[in-house]
C-alpha cells in the first residue's frame, strides 16, 4: 500500500451535473487497510442534495475494494470499483469501472507536499458522454476516533468545503494578476524528471461574457485574456474566438432577379385542389 495513503481521509466533494451545476455533496471518510488478503479500501459515502443524481449516486451501502498497490501501477479487483490506477509521483490518475453507480470513472487526486491534503476529482461517464462530475479536497487523520481536537478539525473542514465547494470558478474581470507555482513533471513512464515553474496571467478587457452583446459593442471577446508561460521550452497560448459569425452570402437566382421576395413553393394539394 502506498504510504501517502495511509490514515483515513475526510472530505466533503460538490456533486455537479453534465453543465457544471452544481448540484449537492457527497459526505466521505475513506480508509485503506493491508489484510491477509492484501490491501482494501472502504468509503463511507452519503450524498446530499435533490434531484436525479442523487436518486442514482446514493448507494445505501459502504463501498468495499481490493487493491493491488505499487509505486507502479494500482490495479482495484472489486466488488465495488474494477480498473486500474498510474501514480505519477504523488498524482494518481485512474480509470475504473463502479457496478453500484453504473458509471465509468475517470479520477485524478494528488497529494500535496504537506502530506496530509489530498486533492480529487472525479469525472463519470455514460459511455461517452459525462454524466455527472465530483471534486473536493480531503483532509488526513489518524486519530479521530479518540482525540476531540482532531474531530473539530475534520467538522470545521468540512463547513469549510460545504462555502467553497458550490463557489464557480471565475476569472477576475476587473483585475489582473497571474497565478504562479511549481510544477512536478513526470515521463510518461512515470519517472521523475524535475520540476517546472510556471505561471498563468490574466488581464480583464471588458465586463462582458463570451457570446453576449452590450449597447454599443460589436462584438464581445470575453473579459479577460490569459496565458499560460512555463521554465520548459514549449509555450502555449489560447485564442480568444470572436462570438460574431459571419453570415452565408446568398446569390439570388435568375428566376427571383426581378423581385426580392422569394417564391412560396405549391404544396401537392394546393395544385390538385384548383386543377
Same mark, same amino acid.
Given at each position: ?61 459502504? #463501498? ?16 465495488? #470499483? ?8 504523488? #498524482? ?184
Amino acid at each position: 500500500m502506498a504510504e501517502a495513503d495511509r490514515g483515513e481521509w475526510h472530505g466533503i466533494p460538490g456533486l455537479f451535473d453534465a453543465q457544471g451545476n452544481h448540484v449537492g455533496f457527497e459526505h466521505i471518510a475513506r480508509a485503506s487497510e493491508v489484510t491477509a488478503e492484501g490491501a482494501r479500501y472502504w468509503m463511507d459515502s452519503k450524498l446530499s442534495g435533490a434531484g436525479p443524481l442523487r436518486n442514482r449516486f446514493e448507494l445505501g451501502a459502504q #463501498f468495499d475494494f481490493g487493491v493491488v498497490d505499487s509505486d507502479e501501477n494500482r490495479v482495484y479487483t472489486g466488488p465495488d #470499483f474494477y480498473g486500474t490506477g498510474q501514480p505519477y509521483g504523488l #498524482f494518481v490518475e485512474a480509470n475504473y469501472y463502479s457496478p453500484g453507480w453504473q458509471a465509468d470513472l475517470r479520477t485524478w487526486n494528488q497529494v500535496l507536499a504537506d502530506g496530509e491534503t489530498q486533492v480529487y476529482s472525479s469525472v463519470l461517464h455514460d459511455g461517452w458522454a459525462v454524466c455527472a462530475v465530483f471534486n473536493g479536497v480531503y483532509k488526513r487523520t489518524t486519530d479521530r476516533e479518540t482525540n476531540p481536537a482532531t474531530q473539530q478539525l475534520v467538522d470545521d473542514w468540512r463547513e469549510l468545503e460545504v462555502e467553497r465547494g458550490p463557489r464557480p470558478q471565475v476569472l477576475p474581470t476587473k483585475q489582473a494578476g497571474a497565478w504562479t507555482g511549481t510544477l512536478f513533471l513526470n515521463g510518461a513512464d512515470q519517472t521523475t524528471e524535475g520540476r517546472c515553474g510556471c505561471a498563468s496571467s490574466t488581464s480583464p478587457r471588458r465586463c462582458v461574457r463570451p457570446g453576449t452583446r452590450s449597447p454599443g459593442v460589436a462584438t464581445s471577446s470575453g473579459p479577460t485574456r490569459s496565458t499560460a508561460t512555463a521554465t520548459a521550452p514549449a509555450r502555449c497560448s489560447r485564442a480568444l474566438r470572436s462570438s460574431a459569425t459571419p453570415r452565408p452570402t446568398v446569390e439570388p437566382s435568375s428566376r427571383s432577379s426581378t423581385s426580392s421576395a422569394p417564391t412560396r413553393p405549391v404544396s401537392r394539394r394546393s395544385a390538385v385542389a384548383s386543377s
